[in-house]
């Protein structure tokens, strides 16, 4: 009796410990989930933002191209009209 007892004892103690091992991994999978999906989102984010950088840079660098040129367009018809 006493060692089915004792016996009993050990498997309620097991499997609560399994449960609690089960428990705390879950918890432990919920972070790392949650830790993930806010890095992840994140560097969504920066990449939005460099994207956007980038792009801006390029309408900056067409409307620099465009008035170096209509400068130059004016320069050379101006020499032209002196020159004549």
Request: proline share 0%; charged share 40%; net charge negative.
């Amino acid at each position: 009796m006493r060692d089915a007892a004792a016996h009993e004892a050990r498997v309620e103690a097991e499997a609560a410990a399994a449960r609690a091992l089960a428990a705390e991994v879950a918890r432990a999978r919920q972070e790392s989930d949650a830790r993930l999906e806010a890095e992840v989102a994140r560097a969504r984010a920066e990449a939005d933002e460099a994207r956007r950088t980038q792009q801006q840079a390029q309408v900056d660098l067409d409307a620099i191209r465009d008035a170096a040129a209509r400068d130059a367009r004016a320069a050379a018809e101006e020499a032209a009209a002196r020159a004549l």
